[in-house]
């Protein structure tokens, strides 16, 4: 019989699967690694789970012990379901702009979801931010994970993402496209691929445009997941060779792309990191290997990037739309 042991088992081990349709002239193979057959649905369960490991490990996490994070996506669905297998309790921090499904998601797998003002600045005692380390000081036996200083972050991409891509390429990658967020993926799995191919492998991250990563200042744009307004610990500002800006208006047209001609349903941050692999795989040869990582699915986007009217809105369909700006959705 060939069976998992429990679910947190099956995390990893995802497929890459040939783009053939959104790369248009593009004379590379472009692959795409597919993370939203994680169980969680996401390329967060790969940090999760070494997140929770090395925390066990150091004895931060002592057994029935609870884990209190300000999150409300894909990290808090990896945790969420980590903790459930483990017996943990957790208790996730969100603003109340997070809409209801995602808080759903995580109660659905037993966490308990506390809901926080948008409209007050960080250091307000009732943001999201203050709430979540007042409750870590004061539930007994709380850990915070921060995936945004937790070396396991990144570490997990060193020893599982980076190594799958190159053994699935039989080591013929030659550049590899991330989008970036805590930067732990592009990070992690960038300086496998450097270490391993001895430096042969360039490694691209995708910003959205106006991100510091770019070198913008935070202005605001819609994609989500990826971007920051400022520098992470789990960042390697070393190992990128380069970054490429994306447009919302691109990122959302390559992820409706992605669906309608690939079969991938994926999220805004895919549609992301695809734009910029075909950019970068425009300009080599037909020896080249372009491997994206595309972090997680469509479904919780379905009323926003998969919706026409919410397109039109902010201008991101070719006809209609009132011209709303970002501005006015933040
Ligand atoms: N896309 C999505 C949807 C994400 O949730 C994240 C994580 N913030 C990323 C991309 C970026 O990954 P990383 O944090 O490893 O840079």
New binding site residues.
Partial sequence: MRYFENIVDAIGNTPLVRLRHVIGEAAPTVLAKVEYVNPGG???DR?AVRMVDAAEKSGELRPGGTIVEPTS???GVGLALVAQQRGYRCVFVCPDKVSEDKRNVLRAYGAEVVVCPTAVAPEDPRSYYQVSDRLAREIPDAWKPN??ANPA??QS?YETTGPEIWAQTEGRITHFV???????????VGRYLKEVSEGRVQIIGADPEGSVYSGGTGRPYLV???GEDFW?Q??DRTVCDRIVEVSDTESFDVTRRLAREEGLLV????G??AAAAVAVARECGPEAVVVV?L??GGRGYLSKIFNDDWMARYGFLATGGSGATVADVL
Avoid: F, R, W
């Avoid at 991330?178 to 992690?188: E, K, N, P």
């Fill in positions: 996401s390329v967060k940090i996506g894909n990290t995936q945004y972050n990144p991409h991330a989008g970036v967020g805590t930067g732990g993926t592009i990070s992690g989500e997941g990826v992470p789990t960042y999220g805004g941050s895919c992301m990191a990582l972090p997680d």
